[in-house]
């Protein structure tokens, strides 16, 4: 039996040679629609891509360097971003990162430290925080980073109920 399971309750001190257990649950055995004219339509209500008070709200997410970070947040400062969300991640792009070798053959993929940073905006123009951002982040080099921008619905903040435009800016 082993002391991994009477002492641990761990199949295994190994995670590499944990064994896997295939689960059939009750709902994968009910049958599913396969026909597009039995499907339930989806349909969004109640949101528009303005907020309660017409502003437009943007997501901004970037994903850079991690050694690039403290400079972009001292550029989004500078230009009135009033908060953003920071996450370390890993990633690769074209290139799948760096080609690195392990006894003499190219690793096919090889995933990167990134930061990816969000931020949700609304009186602060989206050009502006491109523009800024790119100036931070361009070396020229493979690796510099993404930006994509995407349509907000709402935002709501938690703490005042707020919400739209008014829910991402500071107490005055």
């Known amino acids: 039996m082993g002391l991994d399971i009477k002492e641990h ?14 689960v059939i649950s009750e709902i994968s055995k009910t049958p599913v629609p396969l026909s597009f ?6 349909s969004k209500i109640g949101y528009t891509n303005s907020s309660a008070d017409g502003s437009k709200l943007t997501k901004i997410v ?3 360097k991690q050694n690039k970070f403290e400079a972009l947040k001292q550029a989004m ?3 009135g971003v009033t908060g953003m969300t920071v996450t370390n991640v890993l990633g690769c792009g074209m290139q799948k990162g760096a080609t690195e070798y392990y006894r003499g053959i190219p690793l096919e993929m090889n995933l990167l430290p990134k930061v990816k940073v969000e931020i949700v905006v609304c009186k602060v123009p989206v050009d502006t925080v491109i ?7 361009y070396t020229g080099n493979i690796g510099d980073g993404k930006i994509f921008v995407y349509d907000v619905e709402n935002v709501v903040k938690v703490r ?3 919400s739209g435009c ?4 500071d107490e005055e």
Do not use: H, R
């Open 166 to 169: 008014t829910a991402l800016q």
């Open 160 to 162: 005042t109920g707020e």
């Open 77 to 79: 400062n500078s230009i």
């Open 37 to 42: 004219e039995k499907a339930i339509p989806v």
């Open 9 to 22: 309750g761990l199949a295994s001190a190994y995670a590499d040679f944990m064994p896997t257990v295939d």
């Open 131 to 137: 523009e800024e951002a790119k100036k931070v982040l």
């Open 62 to 64: 970037i994903m850079a």
